[in-house]
């Protein structure tokens, strides 16, 4: 018996912006939420914001993250903020307890109350923070739609996707930065772009290479210790670079084959968003036998009940996938 239904969209595009394979509405204006970190961070390393303060590939690693709150993440964010002689305080976003279980309990443990180094987003924020005090811009509005940090975030975003941002929706994300809403087949135009950047020119393909090469370097600062991100870039082994958003987005970069996957589900729930693209990374990457095995695993996860018992499994309809 099927007990749950959730329905969504999906693209794979190439760089060249032709759509390979697609479900569903995917010119559908979505807020792509945190999936679009790995393209915010473009300018991070354009300005040379990132160079000049001699921050490496952990810090970029983790200005494309949503992590978990765990403890290496805290300590890095908070020493890079450090290094620029500037404190978690000067971060925009707002405390947030810890995604990971363990650092929730750590905290309760300790009495500690969760700051805005725990917050998903504070790798991003100390990216903008980072940037705006290297071009010698407002630190404190770097979160302003207005601000010269968004909009050369905006500008990147529409040359990556090919849509005019200005043209659409835009509103407040849950870190309080601006987000734009874009169709799923610009998003995975990005991703394409990110897998096979040789089209861009040479500055840009140089900063994506390197934001490509430091999220597969560092899988656990992008997500954290058994969440689908860290995974499923540890199971890729350099192929698949891959970012999770809020409420059902998620995109994805296939090196090898240069090509991009963006998609959502309607109601946002995260287990079928992870379910459908760990399948469409099976059916499309190229992998070896024991990272596809891992991959389909994801694709098909199993319900266990407080007693251990296997009760059901989460399964994707309507996606073909290899034998």
């Not at 899988?219 to 409420?247: M, Q, W």
């Not at 994805?252 to 693209?277: C, E, T």
């Amino acid at each position: 018996m099927t007990e749950s239904w959730h329905r969504g969209s999906a693209a794979v595009v190439d760089g060249d912006g032709r759509i390979v394979a697609a479900w569903g509405d995917i010119e559908r204006p979505v807020f792509p939420r945190s999936a679009v970190k790995p393209l915010q961070a473009i300018p991070f390393l354009e300005t040379g914001a990132a160079d000049r303060f001699g921050l490496g590939a952990d810090a970029l690693a983790l200005a494309c993250a949503s992590h978990a709150g765990e403890a290496e993440h805290v300590r890095l964010v908070g020493g890079w903020l450090a290094r620029l002689g500037l404190g978690g305080d000067d971060l925009i976003c707002g405390p947030q307890t810890p995604l990971a279980d363990g650092a929730r309990r750590a905290l309760i443990r300790d009495g500690a109350e969760p700051c805005r180094l725990h917050n998903n987003c504070s790798g991003k924020h100390a990216a903008m923070l980072t940037t705006a005090l290297h071009m010698g811009e407002p630190t404190d509005t770097y979160g302003d739609v207005a601000h010269p940090v968004q909009q050369r975030i905006a500008a990147v975003l529409s040359a990556m996707t090919g849509v005019d941002v200005d043209r659409q929706d835009s509103a407040i994300d849950g870190c309080g930065v601006p987000t734009w809403t874009l169709p799923l087949s610009g998003l995975a135009r990005a991703f394409a772009r990110l897998a096979r950047p040789e089209s861009l020119e040479h500055c840009r393909a140089a900063a994506v290479r390197r934001i490509t090469e430091a999220m597969v370097a560092h899988p656990a600062l992008i997500s954290g210790r058994h969440r689908f991100d860290t995974r499923i870039l540890a199971l890729g082994a350099g192929e698949v670079v891959l970012k999770r958003g809020a409420e059902g987005v998620h995109a994805a970069a296939l090196r090898s084959q240069g090509l991009g996957i963006a998609l959502k589900i309607d109601d946002g729930r995260a287990r079928a968003a992870d379910a459908l693209m760990a399948a469409l990374i099976d059916r499309f990457a190229s992998l070896p036998r024991r990272a596809r095995q891992g991959i389909r695993a994801l694709a098909g996860p199993e319900l266990v009940n407080s007693q251990g018992v296997t009760v059901g499994r989460i399964a994707v309809d309507g996606v073909d996938l290899p034998e």
